[in-house]
């Protein structure tokens, strides 16, 4: 095509005779640069799916080349090399507040990607197989900044902000080098975070005016030296197929193991090709596998002696201090008074460890720092929404929302409260970055004096309840502000309240529901990620080959018995799955949680997603998020379509490729108050994950509602339940629609109660003694303004196509009562 010509007419002329510009443009400008001409060849998106081989349409051009490019430059020996930085849930979830979670999950995927440049540098970006790299922000930044390509596009904010790597990455390397390479990495990432640590050190020196000693310097060099685990497994690709089989199922117990591969391989002969190590790629990457494994269970035990009192974030660790402040009134002494008034990102009784300190402090003292101050300069944010202001969110959209419509009552009501807050805490206290889509909205509210809507998103959730202007906890926090003026503080604290209670009062004399006092916290996996990416849940090839060529092979008794076995896995397909993940953390899933709904993401890298929502919108987040994992969608609006999605997310310009519909995954939801300690609230999430996946048999979620009064309940099920082939009942569907009836007060919240206390003496009736039962129930607690075919419809759709569908299911009628609880909850908590 003309155009394929013309693009490599202009990377040519661009880049001259530079080789490694123009193999890098090839690498990650070819593509975009094809897609701009869509007009031109008409060929568009279709572009990124032109398949390598239209025998077997299960892999792009794209990935095909690339591994061949990896391979090539491998040759005549190519390895594995199989790296992994821990520890890495320890380290995300130790945190006292939300950006702690944040900046531990990006210090991560920076060193990530540390030790892939490393690897990208010597042998090229192609070389590493997952995850895919192409598009990464780190990546284009380098490629823009180091590399001095020209199309690629710098990374907006968002993107640069955003952590999307895993702690795991998978090369292919020349056997002769990829042990040193290996030990290289390793120590680049060692090297990376110390740089980190103690670019991080000396600004606190300076700030806080410490003139560090032996103590404070032995601690930074300790905590810091001993803290991180790096994890590597190097296996070499034998000539010999034959003679590595032999060894893969001499480590790898045959009954462990599907030994189809044998009959694939014996198949494959007979038809008259012949096999090579490559055709036992899946194997050698589950050897690797298996490799990195032991080498992680072999621990090297180091024994660190941590001294005195413990960290606030790292209970292992001891808080940073001077001589002679071992004790706790010496700790407390300078952390309240010597850290606390120079430090506005630490907050009032905290100590923290070196490590501790690196996290909260790493965005703003190393990536946003100038170079003059040994920092990167990065263009990042260097705060993140508290979950005060995940929590109430939906409120400030409902203000900005009646801000909009020239209400000057309102408008001088949020101005008095917006500047009164600002004046007694002062900027740093007060502001709390927004989650996007109330930015957005902000940014819209009022055009003529867009500063109000702006400073008043920006407030720290926090200060929308009156409990947060503690007097005697603002005078320790603003001690340094208001030391000569006590008095003042305390006046202008009083006037801040009676601000909040104007706003609060204007807003329920509007039927603005108050603030809620509860956000979510969503974790989901994908199910058997490791036998997806090991090639054990793949299709067979007559599944993937194409239907005319399958029609034509089936005469052939030989290639009738290969068709029914599994394809084996093979680079390209590794790096399609890799392509599919990659496209799934860095947009599906920022687009689902901040610019549709009242969410912020915390990470997403492939199939792992942590992201805190806002009640009012966390049903909805929580379908969209699964069912676009897998393409359960159909028609250019994305409608969920749980038995009949194309496998596809539809754009504006075409489409993303997703791991397709055999694939599934699970999710865990805690619901939490926002004051709740926040390591209590995460490994709620994570034990309601675990629950989906161990009890509930994957494909599933659990939620978990924490309340302030004390107990938690959890409420579990399937995504959906299919009865013969088609759908039975869309699970979280029927919650939203519980929800939504309780929340209109279409259907009074009494009935959840009732139902949970008659039905334990129904539990033993047939089905439909319970189903009239219910109907009854219900009939007793709808409005009595609905009409009798209103009735009827909201009868029958949560009644016969909801609950009672569930119950069929098998869910009991105890699981039942909690699923209405929960519907009920939510209404009141974000009732719109």
Same mark, same amino acid.
């Given at each position: 095509m003309?155009?394929?010509?013309?693009?490599?007419e202009?990377?040519?002329?661009?880049?001259?005779?530079d080789?490694?510009?123009? +193999?890098?443009?090839?690498?990650?400008?070819?593509?975009?640069?094809?897609?701009?001409?869509?007009?031109?060849d008409?060929?568009?998106?279709?572009?990124?799916?032109l398949?390598?081989?239209?025998?077997?349409?299960?892999?792009?051009?794209?990935?095909?080349?690339r591994?061949?490019s990896?391979?090539?430059?491998?040759?005549?020996?190519?390895?594995?090399l199989? @790296?992994?930085?821990?520890?890495?849930?320890s380290?995300i979830a130790?945190a006292?507040?939300?950006?702690?979670?944040?900046?531990?999950? +990006?210090l991560?995927?920076y060193?990530?990607?540390?030790?892939?440049?490393?690897?990208?540098?010597?042998?090229?970006?192609d070389?590493i197989?997952?995850?895919d790299?192409?598009?990464?922000?780190?990546v284009?930044l380098?490629?823009?900044e180091?590399?001095?390509?020209?199309f690629?596009?710098?990374p907006s904010?968002?993107?640069?902000?955003?952590?999307?790597?895993?702690n795991r990455?998978l090369?292919?390397l020349p056997a002769?080098?990829?042990?040193?390479?290996?030990?290289?990495?390793e120590e680049? *990432?060692?090297?990376?975070?110390?740089?980190?640590?103690?670019?991080?050190?000396?600004?606190?020196?300076?700030?806080?005016?410490?003139? #560090?000693?032996?103590?404070w310097?032995?601690?930074?060099?300790r905590?810091?030296?001993n @803290?991180?685990?790096?994890?590597?497994?190097?296996?070499p690709?034998?000539n010999?197929?034959?003679q590595?089989?032999?060894?893969?199922?001499?480590?790898?117990?045959?009954?462990?193991?599907?030994?189809?591969?044998?009959?694939?391989?014996?198949q +494959?002969e007979k038809?008259?090709?012949?096999?090579?190590?490559?055709?036992?790629?899946?194997?050698?990457?589950?050897?690797?596998?298996?490799g990195?494994?032991?080498?992680?269970?072999?621990?090297?035990?180091e024994?660190?002696?941590?001294?005195h009192?413990?960290?606030?974030?790292?209970?292992?660790?001891?808080? *940073?201090?001077?001589?002679g402040?071992e004790?706790f009134?010496?700790l407390?002494e300078?952390w309240?008074?010597?850290?606390? #008034?120079k430090l506005?990102m630490?907050?009032?009784?905290?100590?923290l460890?070196?490590?501790?300190?690196?996290?909260?402090?790493?965005?703003?003292?190393?990536?946003?720092?100038?170079k !003059?101050?040994?920092?990167l300069?990065?263009?990042?944010?260097?705060?993140?929404?508290?979950?005060?202001?995940v929590?109430?969110?939906?409120?400030?959209?409902?203000?900005?929302?009646?801000?909009?419509?020239?209400?000057m009552?309102?408008?001088?009501i949020?101005?008095?409260?917006?500047?009164?807050v600002r004046?007694l805490?002062g900027?740093?206290?007060?502001?709390?970055?927004?989650? #996007?889509k109330?930015?957005?909205?902000?940014?819209?509210?009022?055009?003529?004096?867009?500063?109000?809507?702006?400073? @008043?998103?920006?407030?720290d959730?926090?200060?929308?309840f009156?409990?947060?202007?503690?007097?005697?906890?603002?005078?320790?926090?603003?001690? !340094?502000?208001w030391?000569?003026?006590l008095s003042?503080? !305390?006046?202008?604290?009083q006037?801040a309240?009676?601000?909040?209670?104007?706003l609060?009062?204007?807003?329920?004399?509007?039927?603005?529901?108050?603030?809620?006092?509860? +956000?979510? *916290?969503i *974790?989901?996996?994908?199910d058997?990620?490791g036998?997806?990416?090991?090639?054990?849940l793949?299709?067979?090839?007559?599944d993937i080959?194409?239907p005319?060529?399958?029609?034509d092979l089936?005469?052939?008794?030989?290639w009738?018995?290969?068709?029914?076995?599994?394809r084996?896995l093979?680079?390209?397909?590794?790096?399609?799955i890799?392509?599919?993940l990659?496209d799934y953390?860095?947009?599906?899933?920022?687009?689902?949680?901040?610019?549709?709904?009242?969410?912020? &993401?915390?990470?997403?890298?492939?199939?792992?997603v942590?992201a805190?929502?806002?009640?009012?919108?966390?049903?909805?987040v929580?379908?969209?998020?699964?069912?676009?994992?897998?393409?359960?969608?159909?028609?250019?609006?994305?409608?969920?379509?749980?038995?009949?999605?194309s496998?596809?997310?539809?754009?504006?310009?075409?489409?993303?490729?997703?791991?397709?519909?055999?694939?599934?995954?699970?999710?865990?939801?805690a619901i939490?108050?926002?004051?709740?300690?926040?390591?209590?609230?995460?490994d709620?999430?994570?034990?309601?994950?675990r629950?989906?996946?161990?009890?509930?048999?994957?494909n599933?979620f659990s939620i978990?509602?924490?309340k302030?009064?004390?107990?938690?309940?959890?409420?579990?099920?399937?995504?959906?339940?299919?009865?013969?082939?088609?759908?039975?009942?869309?699970t979280?569907e029927?919650?939203?629609?519980?929800?939504d009836?309780?929340?209109r007060?279409?259907?009074?919240?009494?009935?959840?109660?009732? @139902?949970?206390?008659g039905?334990r003496?129904?539990?033993?009736?047939?089905?439909?003694?319970?189903?009239?039962e219910?109907?009854?129930?219900?009939d007793?607690? &709808?409005?009595a303004?609905?009409?009798?075919?209103?009735?009827?419809?909201i009868?029958?759709?949560?009644?016969?196509?909801?609950?009672?569908?569930?119950?069929?299911?098998?869910?009991?009628?105890?699981?039942?009562?909690?699923f209405?609880?929960?519907?009920?909850f939510?209404?009141?908590?974000?009732?719109?």
């Amino acid at each position: 095509m003309s155009s394929v010509n013309s693009v490599f007419e202009e990377i040519y002329a661009t880049y001259k005779a530079d080789f490694e510009k123009i +193999y890098l443009s090839l690498w990650r400008e070819l593509l975009s640069l094809l897609e701009q001409r869509r007009e031109e060849d008409g060929m568009g998106q279709l572009w990124e799916v032109l398949p390598a081989d239209t025998r077997v349409p299960d892999h792009s051009i794209w990935e095909h080349r690339r591994v061949t490019s990896a391979i090539a430059a491998a040759l005549p020996e190519p390895a594995f090399l199989l @790296f992994a930085i821990g520890p890495v849930q320890s380290f995300i979830a130790a945190a006292r507040k939300a950006q702690d979670l944040w900046a531990g999950s +990006y210090l991560l995927s920076y060193l990530s990607w540390q030790a892939m440049k490393v690897v990208a540098e010597a042998w090229g970006p192609d070389s590493i197989i997952f995850p895919d790299l192409c598009g990464q922000p780190f990546v284009d930044l380098w490629l823009r900044e180091e590399k001095g390509l020209k199309f690629v596009q710098k990374p907006s904010r968002e993107e640069l902000s955003s952590p999307t790597l895993p702690n795991r990455f998978l090369a292919i390397l020349p056997a002769r080098a990829a042990r040193e390479m290996a030990q290289e990495i390793e120590e680049r *990432v060692k090297s990376a975070f110390k740089e980190i640590c103690f670019a991080v050190k000396q600004r606190v020196e300076r700030d806080v005016g410490i003139d #560090p000693d032996a103590v404070w310097d032995d601690i930074w060099e300790r905590q810091v030296s001993n @803290f991180l685990e790096t994890y590597w497994a190097v296996l070499p690709w034998e000539n010999d197929y034959r003679q590595f089989l032999q060894v893969f199922k001499f480590w790898c117990e045959p009954q462990q193991e599907s030994w189809e591969f044998d009959t694939l391989v014996e198949q +494959y002969e007979k038809t008259g090709y012949t096999p090579n190590i490559g055709t036992c790629y899946s194997k050698l990457y589950m050897l690797t596998e298996r490799g990195l494994g032991s080498r992680k269970a072999t621990r090297d035990f180091e024994q660190q002696v941590e001294h005195h009192f413990k960290c606030t974030m790292f209970a292992e660790l001891e808080p *940073v201090h001077l001589e002679g402040q071992e004790n706790f009134r010496g700790l407390r002494e300078f952390w309240n008074e010597t850290m606390l #008034p120079k430090l506005p990102m630490l907050r009032s009784g905290e100590r923290l460890s070196a490590i501790a300190l690196t996290k909260r402090l790493a965005a703003a003292y190393y990536f946003k720092a100038s170079k !003059e101050q040994k920092g990167l300069d990065w263009d990042i944010e260097t705060s993140f929404p508290s979950t005060s202001t995940v929590a109430t969110a939906a409120f400030k959209q409902r203000i900005l929302d009646a801000l909009s419509g020239g209400d000057m009552g309102l408008f001088k009501i949020l101005n008095e409260y917006t500047n009164q807050v600002r004046k007694l805490l002062g900027d740093d206290r007060a502001r709390s970055l927004p989650l #996007p889509k109330v930015a957005w909205v902000a940014s819209r509210a009022h055009k003529r004096v867009p500063d109000l809507p702006r400073d @008043f998103a920006r407030l720290d959730g926090d200060w929308l309840f009156e409990e947060s202007f503690n007097k005697r906890a603002l005078q320790r926090e603003l001690a !340094e502000k208001w030391r000569d003026d006590l008095s003042g503080m !305390e006046m202008e604290r009083q006037k801040a309240v009676k601000a909040l209670d104007k706003l609060l009062e204007w807003a329920k004399k509007n039927s603005l529901r108050e603030p809620s006092r509860y +956000y979510a *916290v969503i *974790v989901m996996d994908g199910d058997h990620m490791g036998k997806w990416l090991a090639g054990e849940l793949g299709p067979s090839l007559q599944d993937i080959l194409h239907p005319q060529v399958w029609r034509d092979l089936q005469s052939d008794p030989r290639w009738k018995v290969l068709g029914g076995t599994k394809r084996p896995l093979n680079p390209a397909l590794h790096l399609a799955i890799s392509k599919a993940l990659r496209d799934y953390s860095l947009h599906t899933v920022r687009e689902i949680v901040e610019k549709e709904h009242l969410g912020k &993401l915390i990470y997403a890298g492939g199939d792992d997603v942590l992201a805190f929502v806002s009640l009012r919108d966390l049903l909805e987040v929580m379908r969209k998020l699964r069912a676009f994992f897998t393409g359960a969608l159909k028609g250019d609006e994305n409608q969920i379509d749980w038995m009949g999605g194309s496998g596809f997310v539809r754009t504006k310009t075409g489409f993303r490729l997703t791991m397709g519909m055999t694939a599934s995954a699970s999710m865990g939801v805690a619901i939490a108050h926002h004051v709740q300690d926040l390591g209590q609230v995460l490994d709620a999430a994570r034990s309601e994950e675990r629950r989906a996946k161990d009890v509930l048999d994957r494909n599933a979620f659990s939620i978990a509602l924490m309340k302030r009064s004390g107990g938690r309940e959890s409420f579990g099920a399937k995504w959906y339940y299919e009865k013969n082939g088609t759908l039975c009942v869309d699970t979280v569907e029927c919650l939203i629609h519980w929800r939504d009836a309780f929340a209109r007060d279409d259907v009074s919240p009494r009935f959840a109660y009732i @139902f949970r206390h008659g039905m334990r003496a129904l539990a033993r009736l047939p089905q439909e003694a319970i189903r009239k039962e219910s109907h009854r129930l219900i009939d007793r607690h &709808l409005n009595a303004r609905l009409s009798e075919d209103e009735r009827g419809e909201i009868s029958f759709r949560l009644l016969d196509e909801g609950l009672l569908k569930l119950f069929e299911a098998g869910i009991s009628l105890d699981e039942l009562a909690k699923f209405l609880d929960l519907a009920v909850f939510l209404s009141r908590e974000e009732n719109q």
